[in-house]
C-alpha cells in the first residue's frame, strides 16, 4: 500500500510541477530564481539523462514499461515490513510514470530545474528525474546494507 501512496503522490507532483512550467513559460525560456545559480528553464528533452540519444521516443516508451513490470514483479517478492523498499520502489515507479506521461503525451520528457554557475551548468532536469534517484539511492543503501549484515 505505501508503494502505491509513495508512487502516487510522485506522479501528481511531477504533473503539477510541469503543468505550472508549461502553463507559465515558453520553451527555452529560463527564469533566475536564485542568482545564477538556480533557474526555472522550460526545456524538452527527447532524449534520456543528459539528452543523450535523442529521437527515441518509441524504444524509450518500451523500455520504461519494461522497467516498471520488472520493478512491480520485485515488488512483490518484497517483505510487507521493509518500508524503506517499498518507499524506494514508490519513488521510482512515480518518477518512470511521470516521465513516460511526458513521452507518451508531449514526445519528449519536461525539464525544467536548471542549476549551474555561470556557463558552467548541469543539465536541465525535472522532479521526476529527482524522486528516481533518491528511490535508487535508497534501493542500493538497502542493498549495501543487508549485503554487509549477511556477510557478518
Not at 59 to 73: G, K, M, N, Q
Not at 74 to 86: A, E, L, M
Not at 90 to 106: K, S, V, Y
Request: charged share 15%.
Amino acid at each position: 500500500m505505501i508503494t502505491f501512496v509513495v508512487m502516487s503522490l510522485g506522479v501528481i507532483l511531477d504533473r503539477v510541477t510541469k503543468f505550472f512550467v508549461l502553463s507559465t513559460m515558453q520553451e527555452g525560456e529560463s527564469i533566475s530564481v536564485w542568482h545564477d545559480f538556480f533557474y526555472l528553464s522550460c526545456i524538452k528533452n527527447q532524449g534520456i539523462a543528459f539528452g543523450l540519444f535523442p529521437n527515441n521516443k518509441n524504444f524509450f516508451i518500451v523500455t520504461t514499461i519494461i522497467i516498471i513490470c520488472i520493478l512491480l514483479y520485485y515488488w512483490k517478492s518484497v517483505p510487507k515490513g521493509n518500508t524503506w523498499i517499498q518507499i524506494a520502489i514508490g519513488l521510482i515507479l512515480g518518477g518512470a510514470l511521470g516521465n513516460l506521461w511526458d513521452r507518451i503525451a508531449f514526445g519528449s520528457v519536461i525539464d525544467f530545474i536548471d542549476i549551474g554557475y555561470n556557463n558552467y551548468r548541469w543539465p536541465a532536469f525535472n522532479l521526476a528525474d529527482s524522486i528516481i534517484c533518491v528511490g535508487v539511492g535508497m534501493s542500493l543503501i538497502d542493498f549495501m546494507t543487508v549485503k554487509k549484515s549477511n556477510v557478518e
